[in-house]
C-alpha cells in the first residue's frame, strides 16, 4: 500500500540542442505570457469568440466544435493573420467524441472573464450516459489556448460503457509536414493532385499512392501511432514552398489522465492533416476496461491540454530545417507545459491543484538467481489506484478509470513520481527491460483476480 500524504514540489530541466539556431526559454502557454486582455464575445449566432491578440477562437454554443483558429504572427518584420483550420477538405474544426457520454442537451455557461483569463464551459448531460463537460481556457498572452474535457458518471446515472472517446483537430490546407516523433517526422503527400490506391488483401487503412512524392510507397495511419509514455507533443507544419513557417500542435502538459499505462499506444496524426487527441480508445488493446455501473460515481479530468501555435522566421528557407525548428520549438513548449503541471490558473472541483499532490521516491532492486546480471535501469515504474468498481479485468494496462503516474528508473533503480494526486490507496507497479514479470506492490482487490496477479514478483524488491 503507498499512501500520498503530503506536498512536495520538484524541478526539471532540460537542455534542448538539435539545431544550429537558438531558441528562447519557453514559457508556459507560449509567447511571453504579456500582451492585449483577453476578451470573450458572443457572436449572436449560436457562437462565442475567445481572444487575446495574439489567437482567437470561435466555439459553438451548443457543440463544443472550434471551426476558426485564428494565429497572429510575425512574417519578415509585419504581422500576419491566418486561420489555422481554413482549406481542410473536412471542413477544418476541433470537433469532439465522446464515447457515448453526454449524448443529451448542452448547457454554455461562463466560467471566468478578465482581462487576464476567459474560460468557457459547454455542459453535456443525460441520466442514460453521464455528463462531459467541455472546457476551453485562454490566459493572456499565450500562443495556443487549452482545452479540458471532463467525464462524469455519477450516482443517478445508468450503467453504460464508453467508446472511443477524443478530440480531433482537421488542419488547414496550408500544412504539409507531420511530426508524430523524432522518427516520424517529414513531409506529406497533401497535394490535391496525388492519388492512392486500395492495396488488395490489406486493412481499408491501408493504400498505396500512385503519383506525387512517395509513388509506389504505403500509407496507412497506423504507422503514426506511438505511446504516451514515450510522446508529449505532435502535429503539423507549414513549412517549404508556399509554407508559412508555423505550427499547430498537440502538446500534452501531463499524461496522467491517459488509459493503459505508459506503453498505451495510440492514433496521433495522419494524412489529411489531421491531429488527434484519444482520452479513451481501443486501439491496439490498452485502457479498454470501460463499463460503468448502475450509481457509479466517477470522474475524471482529461487536461488541460494545449493547442499550441508557433511560427519561425521566414528567413529559415530550407524545408527541413524550418520544420525541425519549428518541432525543436514544439518539444521545448511540451517541456515548459510539463514544468507548470498542475496548472494553477486551472481551479476546477475535479482537478487537484499542486497543493493537493505529493512526491513518491524509492528504488527498485532485482535479486534473481536465474539472471543474476538483471538490471533495474530504465524500468518504467508508476502508482495506480486500483478501480473502485470491481471487475473482470485485472490488469492495470487494461484500465481506463484511475489516473496514473509513471517514470523511468535511473542507472540504479531509483525513481521519483511527481505530482501524485493524494489521499488514495495506491498500487506500485515496475516492468521493463531489466527483467521478465511486473512487480506489483499489493494483491488485486475485488473479484477473482487471477492467483499469480495476487502477489509481486519475487526477484523485484522495492
Not at 359 to 388: C, R
Amino acid at each position: 500500500m503507498i499512501k500520498i500524504l503530503s506536498h512536495l514540489r520538484l524541478a526539471a530541466a532540460l537542455s534542448l540542442t538539435l539545431l544550429p539556431f537558438t531558441l528562447i526559454a519557453n514559457v508556459p502557454g507560449g509567447g511571453t505570457g504579456t500582451g492585449p486582455n483577453v476578451t470573450l464575445t458572443d457572436n449572436g449566432d449560436g457562437t462565442v469568440t475567445m481572444a487575446n491578440g495574439i489567437v482567437s477562437i470561435r466555439i459553438g454554443k451548443t457543440s463544443a466544435v472550434v471551426d476558426q483558429v485564428n494565429y497572429t504572427f510575425n512574417n519578415n518584420g509585419s504581422s500576419q493573420t491566418l486561420d489555422l483550420v481554413a482549406g481542410n477538405p473536412n471542413g477544418g474544426k476541433l470537433y469532439w467524441e465522446f464515447g457515448g457520454f453526454g449524448s443529451g442537451l448542452s448547457t454554455y455557461s461562463v466560467v471566468s472573464n478578465s482581462a487576464d483569463y476567459a474560460e468557457v464551459s459547454i455542459f453535456f448531460d443525460s441520466a442514460a450516459s453521464g455528463a462531459v463537460d467541455i472546457h476551453f481556457s485562454l490566459p493572456r498572452g499565450t500562443t495556443g489556448f487549452y482545452v479540458t474535457p471532463i467525464y462524469l458518471h455519477r450516482n443517478g446515472d445508468n450503467a453504460m460503457s464508453m467508446g472511443e472517446c477524443r478530440d480531433n483537430i482537421y488542419a488547414g490546407s496550408i500544412f504539409n509536414w507531420m511530426s508524430t516523433d523524432a522518427t516520424r517526422n517529414r513531409l506529406m503527400a497533401v497535394n490535391p493532385s496525388y492519388s492512392a490506391v486500395g492495396v488488395q488483401t490489406a486493412p481499408v487503412e491501408c493504400s498505396m499512392w500512385t503519383n506525387g512524392i512517395y509513388a509506389g510507397q504505403y500509407e496507412d495511419k497506423y504507422k503514426y501511432t506511438a505511446d504516451y509514455g514515450d510522446v508529449r507533443v505532435w502535429g503539423w507544419s507549414s513549412v517549404g514552398t508556399g509554407g508559412k513557417n508555423i505550427g499547430l500542435w498537440d502538446v500534452a502538459g501531463s499524461v496522467e489522465y491517459y488509459p493503459g499505462g505508459p506503453t498505451k499506444r495510440e492514433l496521433l496524426c495522419h494524412i489529411g492533416t489531421t491531429i488527434l487527441n484519444t482520452t479513451h480508445g481501443a486501439h491496439y488493446g490498452g485502457g479498454t476496461d470501460s463499463s460503468y455501473g448502475l450509481n457509479e460515481d466517477w470522474s475524471h479530468v482529461y487536461g488541460p491540454h494545449f493547442i499550441y501555435c508557433n511560427a519561425i522566421s521566414n528567413n529559415i528557407t530550407t524545408t527541413n530545417l524550418a520544420a525541425q525548428a519549428l518541432y525543436a520549438d514544439a518539444l521545448a513548449q511540451s517541456v515548459a507545459e510539463a514544468g507548470a503541471w498542475p496548472y494553477a490558473w486551472f481551479n476546477n472541483a475535479y482537478y487537484t491543484p499542486a497543493s493537493g499532490r505529493g512526491t513518491v521516491k524509492g528504488q527498485i532492486v532485482i535479486n534473481d538467481s536465474y539472471n543474476p546480471s538483471a538490471s533495474a535501469s530504465n524500468l518504467w515504474v508508476g502508482v495506480e489506484q486500483q478501480p473502485s468498481q470491481p471487475t473482470a479485468t485485472y490488469d492495470f494496462q487494461k484500465w481506463s478509470k484511475p489516473y496514473q503516474f509513471w517514470v523511468r528508473t535511473d542507472a540504479n533503480g531509483n525513481f521519483t513520481i511527481p505530482d501524485v494526486i493524494a489521499g488514495a490507496n495506491y498500487t506500485l507497479y515496475a516492468f521493463g527491460p531489466g527483467a521478465a514479470g511486473t512487480f506489483q506492490s499489493q494483491a488485486q482487490t475485488g473479484g477473482n483476480a487471477p492467483n499469480e496477479l495476487n502477489f509481486p514478483s519475487p526477484q523485484f524488491s522495492v
